[in-house]
């Protein structure tokens, strides 16, 4: 399989539960980036990594969420103490480079409920 | 403040028949766009993508038109087929910078047979 992948499908916790989200970008694509998205809404930019360094987060995360790329492979999501307006589909997306053939892959997603 | 905006939510168009889809922008430093289509429980699919340089691309069944003076683009799908039934989600990018998309609120098409 060489598309993105991520884990888990779904997540159920309670609020103030630590959730972490997993992402396997496309094997050769050193560009990787989270997106939310909410009912009704249309994915919103979280964060982006070139290879393990992230070089930009959106204002929407907040310190209560953050990401890592090691190595420049596979991403994780984390979100502490989570709270109700937290539930969301968590879009992962990677692409091979800059320009204007860049469009991104994206995964299945992660759907995170908060109770 | 909403970058890109997608003012029809939903749109039902017969088979066999054109399906239009529309798009605007406000931002004049986007200058690349993609329409992406979506399926419940499965990820954004790419579709197709223009540059600013250009006004149309083609890709099969499925053309965008850019109008860069209005802000605006479409996607027009001809034939609609049923099996294009899903979320259609607008785009835009600067190609610049982290690439980052903005996206549209999303369009649900049903093509009815």
């Known amino acids: 399989d060489t598309g993105v992948s991520q884990d888990p499908r779904h997540k159920i916790t309670k609020r103030g539960q630590n959730v972490t989200f997993r992402c396997d970008p496309i094997?050769?694509?050193?560009?990787l980036y989270w997106y939310r998205q909410t009912l009704g809404q249309g994915p919103e930019f979280l964060t982006y990594?070139?290879?393990?360094?992230?070089?930009?987060k959106s204002r929407l995360l907040s310190d209560r969420f953050s990401a890592e790329r090691p190595k420049g492979s596979f991403s994780t999501l984390e979100i502490q103490r989570t709270e109700q307006g937290d539930s969301a589909m968590y879009l992962c997306?990677?692409?091979?480079?800059?320009?204007?053939?860049?469009?991104?892959?994206f995964g299945p997603g992660t759907r995170l409920t908060v109770l | 403040d909403q970058q890109v905006k997608q003012n029809s939510p939903s749109l039902s168009v017969q088979e066999g028949r054109i399906s239009i889809l529309n798009c605007d922008y406000t931002?004049?430093?986007?200058?690349?766009f993609l329409w992406y289509k979506k399926y419940p429980a499965e990820g954004p699919t790419f579709l197709i993508s223009i540059s600013s340089i250009k006004d149309k691309n083609e890709d099969g069944r499925f053309t965008v038109f850019l109008n860069k003076s209005a802000k605006h683009l479409s996607l027009h799908i001809v034939p609609s087929q049923p099996g294009d039934s899903a979320v259609y989600f607008c785009?835009?990018?600067?190609?610049?910078?982290?690439?980052?998309?903005?996206f549209g609120t999303g369009t649900r098409l049903k093509v009815l047979a």
């Open positions: 785009a835009a990018s600067a190609t610049s910078g982290t690439y980052k998309y903005i």
């Open positions: 997306a990677s692409s091979w480079r800059a320009g204007a053939l860049n469009e991104q892959f």
């Open positions: 931002n004049s430093m986007f200058d690349y």
């Open positions: 094997s050769e694509h050193n560009r």
């Open positions: 990594f070139q290879n393990e360094a992230q070089l930009e």
